[in-house]
């Protein structure tokens, strides 16, 4: 696996990451611990060098669970993690990012990742009650006294990017970003050009559509959270399938499958852009990691931009009250 510079820090990642989330939380029941520690270690051992984590998945389990299966590995692997949220009796409770509260997530992640260092401590949203200036000046504190090495930001709006940089130059945003939800191309991915900052795309897969194992028939658990989500309703999930006949159509040519195509794809359009795809199978992550290899031509990329650009793809991203949470 080839590695990739997030902008313009020295923070060099394997060009695929591992979104850990959905290991314990929202796609459905917790997978078992043991079996997701070995996907982990697996992961590492086929060149992943980027783990990607939170305090909110779960609350609190996933980190424990990566920093538990990533132990043996520290100085091979880059960890990161996210505050913002409050929590009280294992619930998410609204945002927080007071300065004392970030710096007291940041203690209680490090134990919990078992590290000494957090290398890439994200606000995981935008807290409108919070300056962006107070929370950049937070992280730079923390990076001051060596128990964080970069500072990250997940679905912020341009604006307040720059407000973030001006105090504590941002290494990374982490926003969703695919082949069918290209919203970042508008804004977000120019002002990341103009700062040098790098990109990493969570659903880089669509939440699992753009493998082409999801239609209209497909039903999720009770607690896997696409039920709420507007473009997962039977019908956009018809409507959306042309999508996934496009990518198809470009890897039987490839001789790769849909997945991996949406995955090139990304990695086609800048070189510090790294996805994080989430999986709790082993061939899943053999297939996502495989798409690294896959070198997509000036005229398939015109290609798959052409046809898409005939698609509508229908359904909203998020649930109203989730959406107002991202762009600020």
């Known amino acids: ?54 305090e909110a998945y779960g609350p609190f389990t996933n980190e424990e669970l990566v ?15 996210k505050f913002g949220f409050k929590f009280e009796s294992g619930a998410q409770r609204g945002l927080d990012s007071r300065p004392a509260h970030i710096k007291e997530v940041a203690e209680a992640s490090l134990k919990r990742l078992k590290v000494d260092v957090i290398d890439l401590f994200y606000q995981h949203r935008v807290d ?75 659903s880089p897969l669509g939440k699992g559509f753009l493998t082409g194992k999801i239609n209209e028939n497909t039903r999720f658990d009770s607690s896997d959270f696409r039920n709420i989500v507007p473009r997962f309703t039977p019908e956009n999930r018809k409507a959306n399938q042309g999508l996934v006949e496009l990518l198809r159509k470009i890897a039987e040519r490839k001789k790769a499958t849909p997945a991996q195509i949406a995955l090139a ?23 996502n990691i495989g798409a690294a290899a896959i070198e997509l031509t000036p005229d398939d990329l015109s290609e798959i931009n052409r046809a898409a650009s005939k698609i509508t793809v229908q359904g909203a991203r998020y649930p109203e009250h989730l959406e107002r949470l991202t762009g600020r």
């Open 67 to 81: 920093g538990e299966a990533l132990a043996p590995f520290r100085h091979q692997v880059v960890i990161a993690t």
């Open 1 to 54: 696996m080839q590695n990739r510079k997030l902008g313009n820090s020295n923070l060099e990642v394997s060009a695929l990451g591992l979104g850990c989330m959905g290991m314990s939380f929202g796609y459905g029941p917790a997978a078992d611990k043991r079996e997701m520690s070995s996907l982990i270690r697996s992961a590492v051992e086929r060149g992943v060098t980027f783990f990607d984590t939170a």
């Open 265 to 287: 794809w990304l990695l086609a359009q800048k070189p510090w852009i790294v996805p994080i795809p989430g999986t709790t199978k082993l061939h899943r992550l053999e297939e």
């Open 128 to 202: 409108p009650d919070v300056p962006m200036e107070d929370v950049a000046g937070a992280v730079k504190d923390l990076i001051r006294d060596g128990k964080v090495r970069h500072f990250g930001l997940s679905e912020a709006g341009v604006q307040t990017i720059r407000r973030a940089h001006k105090v504590q130059p941002v290494t990374a945003l982490q926003s969703e970003y695919s082949v069918w939800w290209r919203e970042p191309e508008k804004d977000v991915l120019p002002t990341l050009e103009e700062l040098g900052i790098g990109f990493v795309p969570f």
